[in-house]
């Protein structure tokens, strides 16, 4: 324990702010898990016509995730994280005065809430290429699962007091929400463009290089990126192939370097692959094993939207009245879960291989979720959730290692922010294939067709992980 304690220190400034600010963003999103109360109990919308708002709001992330991941890679991750953490604050603020005030109390409120979600999610695709930015191989896993811990913590109060304010003080939901959400932008504030000079880079061709002509390179400029099936012979003296050369005299970045905040990995990384005019398109179709990784995720993401949609349902036709308490206990019991044991899980599993991790958590999924099919027994229940909860903690710390890791330097704002559009097809194919299921049959269907995916999508990574075993994933 005290090993995986150890990892958090001496990480970059900006992982730290990072953290701090995903836990007060945490602790005061009031707003979100309540938006369909608000809608339809404060603005008196029907449940049908929410549940648009709803799907709505969610969709947001698409166009928000391909715009800021291509600005992020263009213009630069901070300005891009900061203008549109800015305009979200100025419409959750306007929403508190129009509600507070009696000035607007309908949909326009509601259409509001969905554009205030659409520049949230703008901030994600930056905030996940700065941490890309400003670690490597030796401290991402530690970077990552520090924000992720930071945020956990925060969301085990937030829901709480936001419980308290909803019934009788509805506005200060939007209030607390606007003041954590600016605390959080100063902080921000403080954080400097991590993105790396890619004007500083052109292509030359490399002439009959040996081992010993590409260190002298080195006098010259990084190598950041080769493409990676480079010809060479035994003796290593006939490699020919275009790279990436950063000719920024000044520098003279080494790999594994820390320069002004910013991590130069080595040759181990993801900018190993990095090919002249490679599109996003062209990295994922042309990569088998992210595309392969991908969709394993989308399985994965199916099931965990029924924690959302499909559990709470189960949980009132089981326990009638009781439903909606208990609903709360597992939701605690989940925030709990990762924040107590993200630690001791990371510590065990951070010299495995994340590939491998992110098939153990598709293991963990399946029967997390899968044993609501066969117990009825609230203390059975707390046991699978617990279950569901370590795979949420094994997939989110190591999937965002293995995309950083596998991904071009000059495409990593896009690469995350298609991840997140990919994946998201699960969240959206979840609940719609839930309320199908629940129609038509019994709703332990539900349970058991998620046993199902996950185990598909396991065993997909698993025979890709041991056919590679001895290459690079």
């Known amino acids: 324990m005290q090993k995986f304690f150890k990892g958090f220190f001496n990480l970059s400034s900006t992982v730290y702010r990072v953290a701090i600010v995903r836990f007060i963003l945490s602790m005061g999103n009031f707003i979100y898990p309540f938006m369909t ?89 930056p905030i996940a290429a700065i941490l890309t930015d400003v670690t490597d191989l030796t401290n991402r896993n530690e970077a990552f699962s520090l924000t992720y811990l930071a945020a956990n913590a925060g969301f085990a109060f937030g829901p709480i007091i936001a419980g308290f304010l909803f019934e009788n003080y509805t506005s ?34 490399l002439d009959s290089v040996n081992n010993n002509s590409l260190e002298e390179n080195l006098n010259i400029g990084y190598i950041s990126a080769i ?35 910013l991590i130069f990995d080595n040759e181990t990384d993801g900018e190993k692959v990095a090919i002249k005019n490679q599109s996003i398109f062209d990295f994922i179709f042309g990569d088998t094993i992210f595309l392969l990784f991908i969709i394993a995720t989308i399985f994965f993401s199916f099931a965990y939207s029924q924690a959302g949609f499909t559990l709470p349902i ?47 958590s598709g293991l963990f999924y399946a029967f997390g979720f899968g044993l ?48 997140q559009i990919l994946s998201g097809i699960g969240y959206i194919l979840g609940p719609i294939f839930s309320g199908f299921t629940q129609k038509n049959f019994p709703i332990t269907y539900v349970w058991a067709t998620v046993f199902i995916i996950c185990i598909a999508g396991s065993i997909q990574l698993l025979l890709i992980y041991f056919k590679n075993k001895k290459g690079t994933i």
């Open 172 to 205: 200060m939901i939007f209030l607390g929400n606007g003041i954590a959400s600016l605390i959080g932008f100063i902080i921000f504030c403080g954080i400097k463009e991590t993105k790396p000079d890619t004007m500083a880079y052109k292509d030359v061709k």
């Open 372 to 419: 609501y099919s066969v117990f009825n027994k609230f203390g059975f229940l707390i046991f699978t959730t617990v279950l569901w909860s370590i795979g949420e903690i094994i997939q989110v710390t190591h999937q965002n290692v293995f995309i950083a890791n596998r991904s071009p330097i000059h495409l990593r704002g896009q690469v995350n922010g298609a991840f």
């Open 314 to 360: 189960f949980l009132s036709n089981l326990f009638s009245n009781n439903g909606a308490k208990l609903y709360g206990v597992l939701q605690s019991t989940n925030a709990l879960t990762v924040i107590f044991l993200t630690p001791l899980v990371s510590l065990l599993t951070k010299k495995r291989s994340s590939f491998l991790m992110i098939a153990v």
């Open 37 to 125: 109360l608000f809608l339809v109990k404060k603005l008196n919308i029907s449940p049908s016509i929410a549940s648009i708002y709803f799907i709505a709001s969610g969709f947001a992330f698409v166009p928000a995730s391909i715009i800021s991941g291509k600005l992020a890679d263009s213009i630069g991750r901070r300005i891009v994280l900061l203008s549109s953490f800015f305009v979200y604050i100025l419409i959750i603020f306007s929403i508190f005065f129009l509600y507070h005030f009696n000035i607007l109390q309908n949909t326009v409120i509601a259409i509001m809430l969905i554009v205030a979600n659409l520049f949230l999610s703008m901030t994600q695709v």
């Open 227 to 261: 493409e990676a099936s480079i010809n060479q012979d035994n003796t290593g003296s006939n490699i020919e192939n275009k790279a990436i050369v950063s000719l920024d005299n000044k520098d003279k970045n080494i790999p594994g370097q820390k320069t002004n905040d």
